[in-house]
Structures are given as C-alpha cells and as structure tokens.
C-alpha cells in the first residue's frame, strides 16, 4: 500500500508544481526581455543625456572662441587676463571626452586572467570625473564673464530647433491679475 501512496504523489506532482512552472517559466523570458529593452533604453537615455551636456559645452566653447578671436590683438592688462581665462576655457573643453570608452568585458572572477584584472583596473584609474570637469568648465565660464563684464547666461534650444526666442516665447500664458501678459524675459530675478 506504500508503493501504491508513492506513486499517487508522482502523479499529481506535475500538477501541484504547475503554477512554478509557469512562473519560473514566465520569471527567464521576462528577464531576457527586459535585459534586451533595458539595453535599448539606457541607450537612448544616455543618448539624450549626452546631447544635453554637448550643447552645454559647445555653447561654451563657441563663447569663448568668440572672444579668443576678438582679445587675440588687445594689449590691455584685463583683455590680456581675459584671454587667458577663454584659452584656458577652450583647454578644459578640449581636455573634455568626447567619446565613451569601449568597456572591458566582465569575466566571472575565479577565471580573471591577470590581463584582464590589470586592463579593468587601468580603465577604472584612466576614467574621467565628468561631474568635476564640467563643473570646472562651468566655474571658469562664470570667470570668463565676470572678467568680461557680461552675464553669464546659457539658452537652451527649443524642440523645434529654434532658440526659443520667438514672438511671446517670453510671455506667460495662463496668468491672471497684475503678471498677465508680462514678458517674463525682461525680469531680472
């Protein structure tokens, strides 16, 4: 009769375990699914992250190039200094990566060949400290334009690839009472 209770379980194991298995089933391809769009995705963050931050420093960089070409014949003592800051500007844009480096590929750590250790470990030493160059750029663009005299001031550019500043681009809409119709580009907050 032991025998016969044994083989009664088998039969409905297949049936009991039906529900993990569709769940662990279910559990692998979402996994493999969400690596593949999760890539895409990163990519395209990373993407529209980047052309941020480029249109950041080229507008820096177009700034001071302007006034290299415009101090370059000056021979007062401030223009002098101020064309040392946009040089020095246009070095910390230079020094500035353009490009992502290729990564080392991960290897599971009790097959790490000392190679590979050693390139993982020159890359993470050789990686740049983008948040410390770009607020080093930032600091030295305040310094550009206090030396010169003008605001700092950085436009981003609309969606639809103008400089937003078109006819009531300025122009608060939605507003009641004394702000309404106020441009607010003429408030110097």
Not at 171 to 182: A, L, N, Q, T
Request: aromatic share 8%.
């Amino acid at each position: 009769m032991t025998d016969i209770a044994m083989d009664g379980d088998d039969l409905f194991d297949g049936a009991i375990n039906l529900e993990s298995g569709f769940y662990e089933t279910g559990y692998a391809e979402g996994h493999a699914h969400g690596q593949l769009h999760g890539l895409f995705e990163g990519r395209q963050l990373g993407q529209e992250k980047a052309w941020e931050l480029w249109e950041e420093v080229g507008f820096y960089e177009g700034f001071a190039g302007v006034w290299c070409a415009k101090l370059a014949s000056s021979s007062s003592r401030k223009e002098a200094k101020s064309l040392a800051h946009a040089q020095t500007l246009l070095g910390l844009i230079t020094a500035f990566p353009a490009t992502n480096p290729t990564p080392v590929p991960d290897a599971p750590l009790d097959n790490d060949t000392p190679e590979l250790a050693a390139a993982r470990e020159a890359a993470a030493a050789a990686a740049p400290d983008l948040p410390a160059m770009l607020s080093a750029i930032r600091a030295r663009y305040r310094l550009l334009c206090t030396s010169l005299g003008t605001r700092p001031r950085l436009v981003t550019a609309a969606k639809d690839g103008t400089d937003g500043a078109g006819e009531g681009a300025g122009v608060v809409e939605g507003i009641e009472g004394p702000m309404k119709g106020v441009d607010t580009r003429q408030l110097r907050f």
